[in-house]
C-alpha cells in the first residue's frame, strides 16, 4: 500500500523510467496507445479464453451476466425470493435454525467471535461489503465527482433531503412509542438496486442522471455510516476502541512511510476489525475505515507505465527481474484503492449481499403478520419513510439547491426526471435491513413453533395457522420493520422505473418535435 502524497515527491525510479522512455521514444519503437485488449487475460491459455462448445454455452454468458450493472441487483432479489419461500415454506422452522446456529471461534483459552451464523454474517462478512463502500468513497473524494466541490452540491444537498425527510416522516408515526429508535432505517438508499433501476432502461436514461443518482448514493451511504457509527452503537469499552484507533494509526504510519507489505495489512485490518467489534462499536465501522485509509492515489504515472512497457519489450534478454520491475511499476499506475475495489467489487456483490439478504430477508407473510405490519406504526413509517420520504427529500432538496444558483441541472433533465430518480431512491433495500436488525436488535418478538404461537395469537389466527400446517412466528418489531422495507423498496422500484420511462419517452417525443419544426 501507499501513501496519497507520493506525487509531490522526486523518486529515482521515475527518473530512471523518463530516461528510457526518451530512449524508446527517439527510436520510434513504441506502439500505438490504443491497441485492442484481449477478452480474457489468460488468452487461450486457460478455459475461459478457449472458443469451446462448452465456454459459449457456459462461460460467454456467465461472463455477459456478470458485466451488467443490474446483475448485482438481480441475485440480491434472488436471494430475497429464496429467503421469503424458504421461511414461508414447511421447511420454515429450518431457516431460522439454521442461522441462528451457535458459532463459537477461539484460539486456546481466548475468545474472538461468539454468536450465531446470523450474527457472523452481520459484524463479520457485512465487513467487506462496507469496505468496499469505504474505498468507493475514498475514490470519489480524491479522483472522483466528491473532489470537486462545485459538482458535488446538488446531489449531496439531494441527499442530505432524502435522509432528512425520511428519518422525520418515521418520527412522526412512531413519536411516544418505544419503537423510535427505527428513525434510521428509511434514510439508506440501496446503491446495487437503484443503479440497476437506471441501468434497465440503458440509454434511455441520460448519463448525468446515473452520475447524479451514484453521487447522491455515495453520500446517503456516508450519513449512512455516520449514523450506525453514532447512534447504533452500545456499551462502548473504551480499551478496545483505543486498541483499534492505535492499530488505525499504525496503518496510517505504515503507508507514509511505503510500506507495500499486502499481508500485514490484513493481519493489521484484522485486528482492528476484533478490537472494534469487541469494544461494542458496530464492526462494519472497521470496514469503513480501513477503506478510507487505503490510498487511493497511484505511485506510478500512465506514462510511466507506459514507458516501462516499452523499454521491456526493446529490451533482447529479458531476467525474472526484469519482468518483477516492470509488473510491479505497471501494476502501481492503478490505485490500491482501485485495484482492491476491482477485486473485491464482484465477490461482494455476487456472494456477500446476497448471503446478507438469504440471512435477514426472511420475514413470515402469514395472514396475521400482513395483518399486524398493515397498521404497524413501524411498517408504515418504513415504508412511507422509504417511498414518500424520498421522493418529497430529493426532489424539494434538489430544487431548493437549484432555486438558490448553487447548482443547476444540466440541459434534457427535466423535472420528470428527478422525480423518477427521487423515487428510486426509496430502495433502501440492503443497509435499510443492516440498520433494522441493528435497531430492534434483541426486541421481545422471537420466532416459534405452531403450538406456542397458537396460544400467543387470537383464537382465529390459531386455528388458520394449525389448519395451514405450517410454522408461525408472533410477529416482533423487527419483521414489521423488515416488512416495511420489501414493500416500501418493492413500491418504490416499480413506480421510479416506470416514472424513468414516462420521462424517457417524454424527452424522445420532444426532440422528434424539435427535429420536425427544424424539417
Known sequence: ????????????????????????????????????HLESPGGDLTWVGRNSALERVVAQPLRRFLHIEASGGILLIVATAIALIWVNSQFGDSYFSFWHTPLHLTVGNFPIFDGDIHALVNDALMVLFFFVVGLEIKREMVTGRLSRPRDVILPVGAAVGGMLVPALIYVAFNAGTENLNGWGIPMATDIAFAVGVVSLLGKRTPSWLKLFLLTLAIADDIGAIAVIAIFYSSNISMGWLALAIGVCLLIATLTRVRVWHVPTYVLLGLVVWWATYRSGVHATIAGVALGLMTPARPLQTESGARSVARWLERKKAISLNDIRRAGFNITESRSMAERLERTLHPFVSYLVVPVFALANAGVVLSREMLASAVTSRVTLGVAIGLLVGNTVGVSFFTWLVT???????????????????????????????????????GDDGEHVSTETAAVALSEADAEAVNESGHSATVPTVEDQAKIGVLGGSLIAFLVGLSVLWLASRREEASQRGLVEEDT
Open 1 to 36: 500500500m501507499q501513501p496519497d502524497n507520493h506525487q509531490h515527491e522526486e523518486d529515482p525510479k521515475d527518473a530512471f523510467f523518463d530516461s528510457l522512455d526518451h530512449e524508446v521514444h527517439e527510436s520510434g519503437s513504441a506502439h500505438s496507445e490504443g491497441e485492442e
Open 403 to 441: 432555486k438558490f444558483k448553487l447548482g443547476r441541472l444540466p440541459p434534457g433533465i427535466n423535472g420528470l426526471h428527478v422525480l423518477g430518480i427521487s423515487i428510486v431512491a426509496g430502495i433502501g433495500f440492503t443497509v435499510s435491513l443492516f440498520i433494522t436488525v441493528l435497531a430492534f436488535e
